[in-house]
């Protein structure tokens, strides 16, 4: 099973900032199955990136995906007020488990 | 409009059974895979099941020989039967839609219904 380390856990920021999340998987992942979601307080996951560095319909540009193996990287060029949330990485390694990182809680600093 | 919208969530007692479904419209269901996603209050995203479109079902230990998926695409719906239900399980229930093109991600998620295990 693979497992997908997010960090950090907690990250603050100020809006305007750049915000930078890490996914790591315990081994190697095809870009083209990594995504990131983002889930505010209430609400179902919302998907953000596909194929490690798509952006869905609808996501602004501010929010881009890099990558590849293991290293994966989310950035927020620039933080709105609407952007404080949980993000989330998800893989598929070609079988399940369908695994999700432990999530990277963006909060206003 | 596209959306999965589930029902069925509630108080139900350690080892007691409850079902779960998803009613989805707006697409092709039958031509989806789909799975079921659960969400302990305040914790992570934790994949419970999926189904192709071809009735093959998959689960992760945690739930495996408990819970069943299954669907009924002439209902475009999607279902979770759970039984021998432990604390553990409570969580929020997510269906969610599968795309398979290339790429691979979950492209439509429903709001989800809380199940809770207590006595």
């Known amino acids: 099973e693979i497992v997908l380390t997010q960090s950090p856990g907690t990250l603050s920021l100020s809006p305007g900032e750049r915000a930078t999340l890490s996914c790591r998987a315990s081994?190697?992942?095809?870009?083209?199955?990594l995504a990131w979601y983002q889930q505010k307080p209430g609400q179902a996951p919302r998907l953000l990136i596909y194929g490690a560095s798509s952006r869905a319909t609808g996501i602004p540009d501010r929010f881009s995906g890099s990558g590849s193996g293991t290293d994966f990287t989310l950035t927020i060029s620039r933080l709105e007020p609407e952007d404080f949330a949980v993000y989330y990485c998800?893989?598929?390694?070609?079988?399940?488990?369908?695994?999700f990182g432990q999530g990277t809680k963006l909060e206003i600093k | 409009e596209v959306q999965l919208v589930e029902s069925g969530g509630g108080l139900v007692q350690p080892g007691g059974s409850l079902r779960l479904s998803c009613a989805a419209s707006?697409?092709?269901?039958?031509?989806?895979?789909m799975h079921w996603v659960r969400q302990v209050t305040g914790k992570g995203l934790e994949w419970v099941s999926a189904?192709?479109?071809?009735?093959?079902?998959y689960y992760p230990d945690s739930v495996k020989g408990r819970f069943t998926i299954s669907r009924e695409n002439a209902k475009n719906s999607l279902y979770l039967q759970m039984n021998s239900l432990r604390a553990g399980d409570t969580a929020v229930y997510y269906c969610?839609?599968?795309?398979?093109?290339?790429?691979?991600?979950?492209?439509?998620w429903g709001r989800g219904t809380l199940v809770t295990v207590s006595s």
């Open positions: 969610a839609r599968e795309v398979f093109y290339g790429d691979w991600y979950f492209d439509l």
């Open positions: 707006g697409f092709t269901f039958s031509t989806y895979d």
């Open positions: 998800q893989q598929y390694g070609g079988s399940p488990p369908y695994t």
């Open positions: 189904i192709d479109t071809a009735g093959k079902t």
């Open positions: 081994q190697s992942v095809s870009s083209s199955y």
